[in-house]
């Protein structure tokens, strides 16, 4: 590494220290602390040459690497990857697997093959009839026949129950139970007292749980091409190659190093143009597991004080890890390929900024700020941090609980035209404390979520539930969401679920205003507590509905809702929303059953009376009788109001039938059926008639009906019939819309943005 004055140096001008691939990382962090003590006058650079650093500790800054009141230390480096992976060498089996020893120390959790992220091989899912929760562990190791297996113990039980995600290492086979380590395995259940009362039911052992586990990391389930074994006995790793891989092309690396950069206590310290990739996150090998509690943070320990408020959760180890630190600048940085976290900013971290950067293929959330404790001391507070015009895409691959942005009890946070798109559970998360009394009045206050594009979020194919694009907790006085743009969350599921913008539990005094809200599966607002007061919501648009905002003093203005087509001023906003220009807009599509007669065959009127629809967690206390047989009978019309809150139920009889006339001979493109809570439909036919009752067109719709489930039609008719020959029907929301003409469903952005508004 050298040093030399920058082009053009005068007395203040930048000493760059010119740093290769060659050089220790951690070398060149001692040399610019030395040039800081010789030059305390001049800003320094570390500028890295393009190539790949490999690390195996984290690389740490303090104090003494740091800027302060006279000057700024950059670390720059366009083409420069920090990696804390190692590479392994495949030899071909005549098996056609592939396998790799692994160096001494090295503990492959996680593998990326030819730059694509390798899954560990798995099982399918296993009912709840075959794996459950008994004292010393999990059934259905007979049915499965684990105990036969070659590495029972380097096996891990994958189980989520709503929004929660528990990675059980297996300690060992009894008969039909698998035995998971400890502490692991109590932190898992309920009754710990370390987790709110009502969080004991998503336990595994959980009233809540449903099924669905899997088992990961056993040769013998190795059969996906793409998919890989580590045998901890052998340090081998075993791969299965894809379609047309050669051992010699592909390259393997295994991440090893958990942070890779190391910031801890730093002052005006900018990182420009430097990619993150391949660091480690282990803890779900190790007796700890991973015990998800909610966004990506664990429950860890033996034993521990009995909080409900979720103060003593572990966040996931993070590629970069900024802590007590101010004044630092993250620019035009990559970080992926990682198997934890992004970056996190915590312990009293503050005025610092993310900015136009891009966190993408993460196992656990992409950033992480502030947290969890409601009352930290001034020098812990998290303060004035921003997080602007970068890209959060596809995060908690492995970790599905995980969100792409989570701030626990931050102030003055601003979370400003930012994309995030791809996330198996909520967009983003603000604040903490649920309704705990020790949380109720907290360090939150004065944050602003605006014009983020926030897309393809609450995925339902992974199986998170309860949350939403913008999921909010706690009272935050001065706290803003404003300008963004929401658009598939829990779109395509089959439960009520994927909400717009969640105000959960006690969130309280936020304003929520100007939003454009569009195909989400539940509510496009959900803000059902009564102890959460004070919220506003206004001017916002939506395709749909939701029930009226709880809680005192909370209310709504001027909000455009069961929209079929957003109005141009909708149109500019979610055109200006993200940090990608030229993104295209959901712009609706006309629906041609919208207020129009309807009628079924029977009717059950459904009362649904519940504690935010038992807080949204698949709970439904309904009261229902029948009501008759008859056309008319029971507000069929539920379903063409725009409304997909709202449910209309047939009889559960033989034949029954739902239908819309459209008041005239109309040409269709595409019906559109919303599955109901109260009677999940399934098996059903779509009909189209004329006005003479001859049918025109059938489409089936097998199994489940979604939210919604958009069937393809090329026909002409008047009426439109939803027929279950096999029992009852019921719909949320029946939609019929004419051939699409391509700009009627999507709009390009308006011109360009302008300056954030504050």
Known sequence: MSEVTAVGAGATSPLVLAVTPHESLADAADRLAATLVRHPQRDVEVRLAPGTYRVSEPVRLGPEHSGDERREVRWAGTGAVISGGVALTWRADRDGRWRATAPPGVEPADLFVGGRRSRRARSAPQSAEVCHAVDAGITGARALGIGRWARPEAVTCVVTVRWRAYHLPVAGVDGDVVRLREPCWTNARGGTGRVGPYWDTTAVDGSQFAGGVVWENAIELLTEPGDHVWDPVTRTVTYLPLPGEEPSDVEAIVPTCESLLALDGVRRLRLTGLTLSHAAFGQSATAQGYVGAQAGLTLTGATGPRDAAGRHYTKPAAALAVRRSHHVVVEDCVVTQVAGAGVVLEHGTCDTRLVASRFEDLGSGAVYIGDTEPHPGADRVSERNTVTRCVLRRVGARYTDAVALWAGYVADLTVDHNTIEDVPYSGISLGWGWNQPGARASALRDNRVTANRIVE??????????????????????????????????????????????????????????????????????????????????????????????????????????????????????????????????????????????????????????????????????????????????????????????????????????????????????????????????????????????????????????????????????????????????????????????????????????????
């Open 457 to 758: 979020v609450m995925r339902p194919s992974t199986g998170m539930h309860d949350g939403g694009a913008i999921y909010v907790q706690g009272a935050q006085p001065g706290t803003v969401i404003a300008r963004n743009h929401i658009d598939r969350s829990g779109y395509g599921g089959t439960q009520r679920d994927g909400n717009g913008i969640y105000l959960d539990e006690q969130t309280s005094h936020v304003r929520v205003e100007r939003n454009v809200v569009t195909r989400v599966g539940y509510k496009w607002l959900s803000n059902w507590a009564v102890y959460g007061v004070e919220n506003l919501s206004r001017g916002n648009w939506t395709d749909t509905d939701a029930p009226a905002l709880g809680g005192r003093g909370s209310g709504s203005r001027g909000d455009q809702v069961r929209l079929d087509v957003l109005p141009p001023a909708a149109l500019a906003i979610a055109a200006a929303a993200g940090a990608e220009p030229g993104a295209r807009v959901w712009a609706g599509r006309v629906d041609l059953a919208r207020g129009r007669p309807a009628t079924q065959s029977s009717a059950v009127v459904v009362a649904v009376r519940t504690s935010e629809d038992l807080s949204q967690c698949g709970g439904v206390e309904a009261q229902t009788t029948a009501a008759g047989h008859g056309a008319g009978a029971g507000h069929a019309e539920v379903a063409v109001d725009g409304d997909t809150c709202a449910d209309t139920v047939t009889v559960d009889e033989p034949d029954s039938w739902w239908r819309v006339d459209l008041g005239a001979q109309r040409r269709l493109g595409a019906v559109g059926l919303w599955n109901a809570a109260s009677m999940p439909t399934r098996d059903v036919v779509i009909e189209v008639a004329d006005g003479a009752g001859r049918i025109t067109a059938r489409a089936r719709v097998e199994g489940l009906v979604r939210r919604p489930s958009i069937v393809e039609v090329d026909a002409e008719g008047r009426y439109v019939t939803v027929r279950r020959p096999g029992g009852g029907v019921g719909l949320s929301s029946v939609t019929v819309h004419p051939p699409s003409r391509g700009a009627e469903c999507e709009a390009r952005p308006g011109p360009p943005r302008g300056r954030a508004e504050p």
